[in-house]
Protein backbone atom coordinates (compact mmCIF):
# COMPACT_ATOMS: atom_id res chain seq x y z
CA UNK A 1 0.00 0.00 0.00
CA UNK A 2 1.47 3.54 -0.95
CA UNK A 3 1.91 6.47 0.65
CA UNK A 4 -0.18 9.92 -0.35
CA UNK A 5 1.18 13.31 -0.98
CA UNK A 6 -1.60 15.66 -0.29
CA UNK A 7 -0.64 19.32 -0.74
CA UNK A 8 -2.79 22.38 -2.86
CA UNK A 9 -1.47 25.18 -5.11
CA UNK A 10 -3.43 27.61 -2.73
CA UNK A 11 -1.44 26.91 -0.18
CA UNK A 12 1.38 29.28 -2.17
CA UNK A 13 -0.93 31.97 -2.10
CA UNK A 14 -0.57 32.64 2.17
CA UNK A 15 1.49 35.55 1.07
CA UNK A 16 3.59 36.41 4.45
CA UNK A 17 5.51 39.50 2.81
CA UNK A 18 8.72 40.21 1.88
CA UNK A 19 11.12 39.44 4.75
CA UNK A 20 9.05 36.81 6.75
CA UNK A 21 10.68 33.06 7.15
CA UNK A 22 7.32 31.58 6.65
CA UNK A 23 7.12 31.98 2.92
CA UNK A 24 5.70 29.86 -0.01
CA UNK A 25 9.33 29.30 -1.26
CA UNK A 26 9.35 26.94 1.67
CA UNK A 27 6.62 24.63 0.63
CA UNK A 28 8.17 24.95 -3.43
CA UNK A 29 11.56 23.40 -2.44
CA UNK A 30 9.73 20.53 -0.21
CA UNK A 31 7.31 19.98 -3.58
CA UNK A 32 10.03 20.19 -5.57
CA UNK A 33 12.52 17.60 -3.67
CA UNK A 34 9.46 15.34 -3.39
CA UNK A 35 9.54 15.29 -7.74
CA UNK A 36 12.63 13.44 -7.86
CA UNK A 37 11.69 9.82 -9.85
CA UNK A 38 12.17 8.19 -6.29
CA UNK A 39 8.85 9.85 -5.32
CA UNK A 40 7.04 8.08 -8.46
CA UNK A 41 4.91 5.69 -6.10
CA UNK A 42 3.56 8.80 -3.98
CA UNK A 43 -0.31 8.75 -4.83
CA UNK A 44 -0.69 12.62 -4.73
CA UNK A 45 -4.19 14.44 -3.84
CA UNK A 46 -5.10 18.05 -4.15
CA UNK A 47 -6.11 19.54 -0.25
CA UNK A 48 -9.90 19.91 0.08
CA UNK A 49 -11.56 22.90 2.00
CA UNK A 50 -11.65 21.93 5.39
CA UNK A 51 -15.36 21.99 6.56
CA UNK A 52 -17.13 24.35 9.19
CA UNK A 53 -17.65 20.94 11.35
CA UNK A 54 -14.48 19.91 10.91
CA UNK A 55 -12.49 23.14 12.13
CA UNK A 56 -15.32 23.87 14.95
CA UNK A 57 -14.41 20.45 16.56
CA UNK A 58 -11.28 22.09 17.89
CA UNK A 59 -12.23 25.61 17.51
CA UNK A 60 -15.26 27.95 18.26
CA UNK A 61 -17.09 28.41 15.62
CA UNK A 62 -17.01 32.58 16.46
CA UNK A 63 -13.03 31.66 15.87
CA UNK A 64 -13.35 30.23 12.26
CA UNK A 65 -15.92 32.59 11.39
CA UNK A 66 -13.55 35.67 12.49
CA UNK A 67 -10.48 34.12 10.80
CA UNK A 68 -12.45 33.96 7.57
CA UNK A 69 -13.47 36.90 8.17
CA UNK A 70 -10.73 38.16 7.01
CA UNK A 71 -10.17 39.07 4.03
CA UNK A 72 -7.09 41.76 2.85
CA UNK A 73 -7.33 43.25 -0.67
CA UNK A 74 -4.46 41.75 -2.98
CA UNK A 75 -1.11 43.20 -1.81
CA UNK A 76 -1.84 43.77 1.34
CA UNK A 77 -1.31 42.06 5.04
CA UNK A 78 -2.81 42.03 7.96
CA UNK A 79 -1.00 41.36 10.97
CA UNK A 80 -2.92 39.43 13.66
CA UNK A 81 0.27 38.84 15.85
CA UNK A 82 3.99 40.19 15.76
CA UNK A 83 4.53 37.42 13.32
CA UNK A 84 1.08 35.87 12.07
CA UNK A 85 -0.23 37.58 9.19
CA UNK A 86 -2.98 37.23 6.73
CA UNK A 87 -2.54 37.93 2.84
CA UNK A 88 -5.76 37.75 0.09
CA UNK A 89 -4.55 33.97 -0.54
CA UNK A 90 -4.51 32.76 3.61
CA UNK A 91 -8.18 32.00 4.54
CA UNK A 92 -8.16 29.72 1.81
CA UNK A 93 -4.61 28.17 2.18
CA UNK A 94 -5.57 27.73 5.94
CA UNK A 95 -8.82 26.11 4.79
CA UNK A 96 -6.56 23.88 2.64
CA UNK A 97 -3.79 23.45 5.57
CA UNK A 98 -6.28 21.74 7.42
CA UNK A 99 -8.26 20.20 4.68
CA UNK A 100 -5.04 18.14 4.00
CA UNK A 101 -4.96 17.00 7.26
CA UNK A 102 -8.65 15.73 7.34
CA UNK A 103 -7.81 14.01 4.04
CA UNK A 104 -4.96 11.92 5.29
CA UNK A 105 -6.51 10.82 8.22
CA UNK A 106 -9.43 9.72 5.87
CA UNK A 107 -6.81 8.37 3.14
CA UNK A 108 -5.32 5.96 6.15
CA UNK A 109 -8.67 5.30 7.92
CA UNK A 110 -10.14 3.98 4.35
CA UNK A 111 -7.30 2.44 3.61
CA UNK A 112 -6.42 4.09 0.35
CA UNK A 113 -3.10 4.42 2.03
CA UNK A 114 -0.79 3.37 4.65
CA UNK A 115 0.70 7.02 5.31
CA UNK A 116 0.48 10.54 4.19
CA UNK A 117 2.52 13.56 3.81
CA UNK A 118 0.87 16.23 4.06
CA UNK A 119 3.04 18.93 2.51
CA UNK A 120 0.32 22.27 3.45
CA UNK A 121 1.04 25.88 4.89
CA UNK A 122 0.53 28.01 7.39
CA UNK A 123 1.80 25.80 9.66
CA UNK A 124 -0.90 25.01 12.67
CA UNK A 125 1.05 23.85 15.77
CA UNK A 126 1.09 26.80 17.53
CA UNK A 127 -2.92 28.03 16.70
CA UNK A 128 -4.64 27.50 19.97
CA UNK A 129 -8.47 27.08 19.89
CA UNK A 130 -8.97 31.01 20.24
CA UNK A 131 -5.85 32.23 19.31
CA UNK A 132 -4.03 32.53 16.04
CA UNK A 133 -0.40 32.42 16.95
CA UNK A 134 2.97 31.75 15.55
CA UNK A 135 2.53 31.57 11.89
CA UNK A 136 -0.55 29.30 12.77
CA UNK A 137 -4.20 30.06 11.98
CA UNK A 138 -5.62 26.83 12.68
CA UNK A 139 -4.65 23.80 14.33
CA UNK A 140 -4.17 20.80 11.63
CA UNK A 141 -3.11 18.34 13.78
CA UNK A 142 -5.63 18.63 16.16
CA UNK A 143 -8.36 18.81 13.80
CA UNK A 144 -6.89 15.94 12.17
CA UNK A 145 -6.70 13.58 15.60
CA UNK A 146 -10.65 14.77 16.67
CA UNK A 147 -11.83 13.89 12.94
CA UNK A 148 -10.04 10.79 13.35
CA UNK A 149 -12.32 10.32 16.74
CA UNK A 150 -15.16 11.54 14.97
CA UNK A 151 -14.58 8.82 12.54
CA UNK A 152 -14.98 5.79 14.83
CA UNK A 153 -10.90 5.98 16.51
CA UNK A 154 -10.57 6.07 20.43
CA UNK A 155 -6.50 7.38 21.50
CA UNK A 156 -5.09 9.45 19.06
CA UNK A 157 -1.55 10.83 18.86
CA UNK A 158 0.33 13.71 18.05
CA UNK A 159 4.04 13.55 18.19
CA UNK A 160 6.28 17.13 17.26
CA UNK A 161 9.75 17.02 16.47
CA UNK A 162 9.51 20.49 15.10
CA UNK A 163 12.21 22.87 17.14
CA UNK A 164 9.32 24.92 18.84
CA UNK A 165 6.74 23.27 21.30
CA UNK A 166 3.51 23.01 20.42
CA UNK A 167 1.82 25.42 22.58
CA UNK A 168 -1.73 24.66 20.55
CA UNK A 169 -2.09 21.37 20.47
CA UNK A 170 -0.32 20.90 24.09
CA UNK A 171 -3.45 23.00 25.23
CA UNK A 172 -6.28 21.52 23.14
CA UNK A 173 -5.12 18.10 23.95
CA UNK A 174 -4.22 19.29 27.75
CA UNK A 175 -7.02 17.94 29.64
CA UNK A 176 -8.20 14.72 26.82
CA UNK A 177 -6.61 11.94 28.00
CA UNK A 178 -7.83 10.18 25.09
CA UNK A 179 -5.66 12.63 23.59
CA UNK A 180 -1.48 12.31 23.77
CA UNK A 181 0.78 15.14 23.14
CA UNK A 182 4.72 14.16 22.80
CA UNK A 183 7.46 16.52 21.73
CA UNK A 184 10.80 17.42 21.27
CA UNK A 185 11.86 20.93 21.48
CA UNK A 186 14.51 23.64 21.65
CA UNK A 187 14.42 25.04 25.40
CA UNK A 188 14.30 27.90 26.11
CA UNK A 189 13.15 28.97 22.80
CA UNK A 190 10.15 30.51 21.34
CA UNK A 191 6.89 30.49 22.43
CA UNK A 192 7.94 29.48 26.04
CA UNK A 193 6.20 26.20 26.61
CA UNK A 194 6.95 22.69 27.18
CA UNK A 195 8.96 22.27 30.19
CA UNK A 196 8.39 18.27 31.77
CA UNK A 197 6.42 19.66 34.13
CA UNK A 198 3.32 20.18 31.48
CA UNK A 199 1.92 16.52 31.80
CA UNK A 200 -1.62 17.00 31.13
CA UNK A 201 -4.58 15.74 33.19
CA UNK A 202 -3.12 12.16 32.75
CA UNK A 203 0.03 12.12 32.11
CA UNK A 204 -1.07 12.24 28.33
CA UNK A 205 1.56 14.83 27.77
CA UNK A 206 4.73 14.29 27.22
CA UNK A 207 7.59 17.31 26.88
CA UNK A 208 11.33 16.48 25.98
CA UNK A 209 12.75 19.65 26.21
CA UNK A 210 16.67 20.14 25.11
CA UNK A 211 19.03 22.60 25.46
CA UNK A 212 20.40 25.28 22.32
CA UNK A 213 23.26 23.41 20.97
CA UNK A 214 21.86 19.90 21.69
CA UNK A 215 22.88 17.55 18.46
CA UNK A 216 20.97 15.11 17.16
CA UNK A 217 22.49 12.63 20.17
CA UNK A 218 20.60 14.78 22.65
CA UNK A 219 17.89 14.45 20.41
CA UNK A 220 17.65 10.81 19.91
CA UNK A 221 18.33 10.44 23.66
CA UNK A 222 15.52 12.20 24.52
CA UNK A 223 12.80 10.42 21.90
CA UNK A 224 14.38 6.95 23.08
CA UNK A 225 14.19 7.85 26.61
CA UNK A 226 11.33 10.00 27.31
CA UNK A 227 8.62 10.18 24.39
CA UNK A 228 8.69 6.79 22.54
CA UNK A 229 8.29 4.65 25.64
CA UNK A 230 5.16 7.42 27.02
CA UNK A 231 3.73 6.77 23.31
CA UNK A 232 4.09 2.79 23.48
CA UNK A 233 2.26 2.97 27.02
CA UNK A 234 -0.45 5.28 25.35
CA UNK A 235 -0.95 2.89 22.42
CA UNK A 236 -2.87 4.92 19.62
CA UNK A 237 -4.63 3.84 17.42
CA UNK A 238 -3.01 6.79 14.95
CA UNK A 239 -0.13 8.54 14.92
CA UNK A 240 0.05 12.01 13.62
CA UNK A 241 3.34 13.87 13.36
CA UNK A 242 3.85 17.50 13.38
CA UNK A 243 6.82 17.67 11.01
CA UNK A 244 8.92 20.46 11.89
CA UNK A 245 12.73 20.69 10.05
CA UNK A 246 13.56 23.50 11.84
CA UNK A 247 15.91 21.76 14.67
CA UNK A 248 18.36 21.09 12.01
CA UNK A 249 21.88 22.51 12.10
CA UNK A 250 21.69 24.56 9.17
CA UNK A 251 18.06 26.69 10.28
CA UNK A 252 18.25 30.19 11.07
CA UNK A 253 15.24 30.16 13.39
CA UNK A 254 16.86 27.83 16.77
CA UNK A 255 20.15 26.54 17.83
CA UNK A 256 19.69 22.87 18.10
CA UNK A 257 21.88 20.83 15.29
CA UNK A 258 21.12 18.22 13.75
CA UNK A 259 21.55 16.45 10.88
CA UNK A 260 19.55 15.79 7.89
CA UNK A 261 19.77 11.82 9.16
CA UNK A 262 18.00 11.90 11.72
CA UNK A 263 14.83 12.68 10.65
CA UNK A 264 15.64 9.95 8.59
CA UNK A 265 16.19 8.00 12.40
CA UNK A 266 13.48 9.63 13.94
CA UNK A 267 10.44 8.52 11.32
CA UNK A 268 11.78 4.71 11.35
CA UNK A 269 11.10 5.22 14.92
CA UNK A 270 7.87 6.51 14.13
CA UNK A 271 6.95 4.13 12.17
CA UNK A 272 7.93 0.97 14.10
CA UNK A 273 5.24 2.68 16.85
CA UNK A 274 3.08 2.57 13.93
CA UNK A 275 2.98 -0.51 12.77
CA UNK A 276 2.77 -2.05 16.67
CA UNK A 277 -0.40 -0.44 17.68
CA UNK A 278 -2.17 1.40 14.70
CA UNK A 279 -1.69 -0.95 12.26
CA UNK A 280 0.77 1.53 10.23
CA UNK A 281 -1.23 3.96 9.80
CA UNK A 282 0.70 7.49 10.20
CA UNK A 283 -0.48 10.91 8.67
CA UNK A 284 2.76 13.56 9.06
CA UNK A 285 1.98 17.28 8.47
CA UNK A 286 4.34 19.85 7.97
CA UNK A 287 5.18 22.60 10.80
CA UNK A 288 8.11 24.69 10.32
CA UNK A 289 11.73 24.41 8.88
CA UNK A 290 13.20 27.51 7.21
CA UNK A 291 16.35 26.86 6.05
CA UNK A 292 15.12 25.89 2.21
CA UNK A 293 17.84 23.64 1.22
CA UNK A 294 17.93 21.70 4.45
CA UNK A 295 13.61 21.49 4.61
CA UNK A 296 14.01 20.42 0.91
CA UNK A 297 16.71 17.50 2.16
CA UNK A 298 14.78 16.82 5.48
CA UNK A 299 11.60 16.29 4.41
CA UNK A 300 12.41 13.98 1.07
CA UNK A 301 14.39 12.00 3.73
CA UNK A 302 11.65 11.68 5.89
CA UNK A 303 9.26 10.81 2.86
CA UNK A 304 11.45 8.29 1.54
CA UNK A 305 11.71 6.26 4.55
CA UNK A 306 7.71 6.21 5.20
CA UNK A 307 7.87 5.11 1.73
CA UNK A 308 10.34 2.07 2.17
CA UNK A 309 8.46 1.16 5.62
ZN1 LIG B 1 9.15 25.64 14.41
Redesign the pocket.
Known sequence: MSVALITHPACLEHDTGTWHPESAERLRHVLRALEDEAFLPLLREQAPLATEEQLTRVHPADYVQAILAIRPEPGEHVPLDADTIMSAGSAEAALRAAGGAVLGVDAVMQGWARAAFVAVRP?G??AEARRPM??CLFSNAAIAARHAQASGLGRVAVVDF???HGNGTQDIFYADPSLFYGSS?QFPC?PGTGSELECGVADNIVNAPLAPGSTGAEFRTAWQQRILPALDRFAPELLIVSA?F??HKADP??QLRLETADYGWITGKLLELAEKHCRGRLVSVL????DLEALAASAALHVRTLLHA
Do not use: Q, R
Request: glycine share 22%; aromatic share 16%; charged share 15%.
Open positions: PHHGFDVHHYGDALAEGGY
